[in-house]
């Protein structure tokens, strides 16, 4: 599991909305801040709140442990990311090859321009088992946001 720590801002149901508290410098990085949040802070100056199962019943204004499953951020990754490249990649190549001869700088273009098009669409569209995060338990994370 991935950890992170957050706190309880509100209860609906069987769902919690946490804003995230990563720690400023645990160490792991010799001082520097964790990238991620200064990265989430440069882009969200504003602190979000984000839906999670509430699975130990926390209540507003408690610090908890958020995790999500492993492998769920490189599948994530890997969806948004590498499929889209190599449909381009492929779409582009493909249209070069169908394209007449002094046609095919255009073709490429044109199939890449598809490619992204189709990959955009699979983004959308496509249908994976939801990974939703769940409070683990009460408490601060480890050093390294992980276990």
Known sequence: ??????????????????VSEAPQSCGACHGQGCSSSMFNRFWHPDKMEYPVR???DARPGETVVVGLPEGSLLRAAAA???VPLLV???AAILGRMLAPESLREPGAILGGLC???????WLRFRRGPPVEPVILRRGGASCAGRT
């Open 1 to 18: 599991m991935i950890e992170t720590p957050a706190r309880v801002t509100r209860v609906d149901g069987h769902s919690a909305w946490v």
């Open 54 to 56: 509430n699975a130990i």
């Open 80 to 82: 948004a990311y590498v």
């Open 88 to 90: 381009l990649l492929a």
């Open 115 to 121: 490619g992204i098009l189709l990959a955009a669409l």
